[in-house]
């Protein structure tokens, strides 16, 4: 049993997407791949860089095929699996399929604990009967570090595949999961994640995108992928294709709000970085935090669906998601080629600093105007011949120099000077500086 303590602690090393290899290494070496001759039959193969491959077997029927494995990122073997099935069946949701068939994918030590193989592959079994596929079997091998995933096979009409790249000018973005699970999952392997952060990853990690995809079916999709590994904007860098662009619209996407705070605090993820190195140049930040950048880069496990809308729809599409359970929301929109391929901004740090400006003006005016109303209740003519009584009290008046010493701030100041400032936040600014223009004029009329 103690052993089997053993085996958890080490069990997680960093894993789930943030495993996967950069985009832009990918793309130097899927291009350099041989093609082949052109199969009329192979809807999207590899070269589309789209969630699945897709392939006609009859007018009414294509094949989606798709597989998914990596490194646990969760301590607890049957969550992991969980998460782990979750992720490989999305690619299937994404391309509007339904999942038939699935293989195990395992890579397992042979001097770990077996129990926790059994729980890794329970949890990844769970999920497929969920999404209603079959679990047909699958292959393992020997290695050093545990990984786990599927293979997976589901069906889709040929006329109804949702592509990845087909968007639309005008095409409203809705992104159905949260945000941040890449630096939650980060946090929490260096023991500063919450409970509720965690928890809520974990939530969203294991949840299957079945149902977003087949409340899809009802409107006009014009394309759809998933956020994984390449994160939010890697994945929209897609969408686009090098043929549109888009606004983003940083405070309607749905974050993991502790993810932010994490962000905040540099517990951040490679992947998130090589990202960000490959995507960075074709995005536009206006009033975005850093944090809120981080988290668009931020490689998701088993993350929601991104997808583009026809602009009528998007209203009534988000709704039903809403109802659904989904946390979706309506996050930006597409537009003709601009000069850059994403633009995002954020109203509310835009608010922000015209708050923090508001209040930086208003202090200046309250200096100003307190300055003004003593220089203008002091009696100038008598200033300039260095005589500047307040009542019968036989004292030069220095307004907050001397009004503590000044006969009359024990009853009513004649110039209201006492009883305006003293105790007000802008006594010493406002009275040091008038009295310095007093002085100054009691100085040249001697």
């Not at 303590?5 to 495993?19: H, L, P, V, Y």
């Not at 770990?112 to 009967?129: A, Q, Y």
């Not at 490689?299 to 809308?309: D, E, K, N, R, W």
């Not at 007000?424 to 406002?430: C, Q, T």
């Amino acid at each position: 049993m103690e052993q089997q303590k053993d085996e958890k602690i080490i069990f997680c090393k960093g894993g789930g997407c943030t495993a996967k290899l950069g985009a832009g290494i990918l793309s130097r070496v899927l291009e350099r791949l041989p093609k082949g001759p052109t199969d009329e039959n192979l809807l999207i193969g590899y070269d589309s860089k789209d969630d699945a491959a897709v392939y006609r077997i009859s007018d009414d029927t294509a094949i989606v095929q798709t597989l998914d494995f990596f490194p646990p990122m969760v301590d607890d073997p049957y969550t992991f699996g969980k998460i782990a099935a979750a992720n490989a069946l999305s690619d299937i949701y994404a391309m509007g399929g339904e999942v038939k068939t699935a293989l195990n994918i395992v890579c397992f030590p042979e001097s770990m604990d077996l129990n926790v193989l059994g729980e890794i592959m329970r949890g990844g079994s769970e999920k497929v009967i969920e999404a209603g596929g079959t679990l047909a079997g699958g292959h393992s091998i020997a290695d050093a570090d545990v990984k786990y995933g599927l293979s997976v096979m589901g069906t889709v009409h040929p006329d109804k595949i949702y592509p990845n790249n087909q968007g639309r000018p005008g095409d409203k973005l809705i992104l159905t999961k949260k945000l941040g699970v890449g630096i939650v999952c980060t946090a929490n392997r260096v023991k500063e994640a919450s409970d509720a952060a965690m928890e809520q990853a974990v939530a969203s990690m294991t949840m299957l995108n079945k149902s977003a995809s087949h409340i899809c079916h009802s409107y006009e999709i014009h394309a759809c992928t998933d956020v994984t590994g390449f994160g939010f904007l890697g994945h929209l860098h897609e969408m686009m294709d090098g043929k549109l662009s888009c606004r983003i619209f940083a405070d309607q996407i749905p974050v993991i709000k502790e993810a932010l705070d994490y962000a905040d605090e540099f517990l951040l993820t490679a992947a998130g970085q090589k990202n960000r190195n490959h995507v960075g140049e074709f995005v536009s930040f206006e009033n975005v935090s850093f944090a809120m950048e981080e988290v668009l880069f931020d490689p998701q496990t088993s993350g929601g669906l991104l997808i583009a809308v026809e602009s009528q729809q998007a209203e009534a599409l988000f709704e039903e998601l809403k109802q659904a359970g989904h946390p979706a929301a309506i996050v930006g929109e597409i537009i003709p080629k601009a000069e850059k391929e994403i633009y995002v901004w954020s109203v509310s740090e835009l608010d922000k600093k015209k708050k923090l400006l508001s209040k930086k003006l208003a202090k200046i005016r309250g200096w100003i105007q307190a300055a003004a109303t003593l220089l203008t209740n002091i009696h100038i003519p008598n200033l300039f011949k260095g005589k500047i009584y307040q009542g019968n009290a036989k004292t030069v008046c220095v307004p907050g120099l001397n009004c503590y010493s000044c006969p009359a701030a024990t009853g009513a100041c004649p110039i209201g000077a006492f009883q305006a400032v003293v105790g007000s936040s802008k006594f010493k600014f406002s009275y040091y500086i008038t009295g310095f223009f007093i002085l100054l004029g009691v100085t040249l009329g001697r």
